[in-house]
């Protein structure tokens, strides 16, 4: 299969309002106008209505996307809540709200409608999918980077929010293009305003792959 060497899809950017919307802006800046201009409007009635006003996970935003009749596939490689999150700092106090609410959107997905493959993701293929559109990806926030911003400023900007210190800290971007002989990425950072930042593509895997992501990635078609 032949790809352009270089690519770059044009997003509406949205910054998150909150310290717990990045997912939900990620959302915005995939959906189709309209879409977007109704979750907008009734953006605290969708969440609440969702079941994840406060807190999101990946299935969630899936449900949301389909929602909106939006075509995507969300790969992982846990379905459900990892067991192992209980004593993760990061996770420990949300996961009591929120496990059975994950764990059950889960167990109806299929007859919901919400296509999900327990896999690894190979990066290859996350560059190939983004011919079609762009990839929401669940990552480590204190391991990204921006060859453009130079320092790594969404630790800083997420830190004043969450008040115990954690080595990992969920935060998801949409990856919007890429440089294949540069190996770098383009994404959108929904903590910043309006830019699209740069990294490595040996950066993207640490930060997706860290343990917490569960490597989760939806990739979206436009």
């Known amino acids: 299969m032949c790809h352009p060497e270089k690519l770059h899809i044009q997003l509406a950017h949205f910054k998150q309002k909150y310290n717990w919307d990045c997912g939900v802006s ?6 189709p106008k309209r879409h977007r201009q109704h979750l907008l409007r009734h953006f605290g009635k969708v969440c609440k209505e969702e079941g994840f006003y406060g807190s999101t996970w990946t299935v969630d935003l ?6 909106y009749d939006v075509q995507h596939v969300f790969c992982t490689v846990t ?17 009591t709200k929120d496990e059975a609410r994950v764990n059950r959107r889960f167990e109806e997905a299929q007859r919901s409608g919400v ?19 762009p990839a929401i990806v669940l990552t480590n926030a204190r391991l990204l980077s921006c060859d453009v911003c130079k320092l790594n400023k969404i630790s800083t900007e997420l830190r ?11 935060h998801y971007v949409v990856l919007c293009g890429y440089e294949l ?16 930042c740069v990294m490595s593509v040996d950066a993207l895997e640490e930060a997706r792959k860290s343990y917490g992501t569960d490597e989760d990635v939806i990739l979206v078609y436009s």
């Open 181 to 196: 002989a540069a190996r770098k990425v383009y994404y959108r950072n929904p903590s910043f305003a309006d830019r699209v």
């Open 79 to 95: 379905l459900g809540v990892h067991p192992g999150y209980k004593g993760n700092s990061f996770y420990n106090h949300i996961l």
């Open 62 to 67: 899936c449900y949301l996307l389909k929602r």
């Open 160 to 170: 004043k929010c969450i008040p115990w210190p954690t080595p990992y800290q969920g």
């Open 115 to 133: 296509a999900i493959e327990r896999a690894s993701v190979p990066l290859q293929r996350i560059l190939d999918h983004l011919v079609d559109g």
């Open 26 to 31: 990620c959302v915005l800046m995939v959906l």
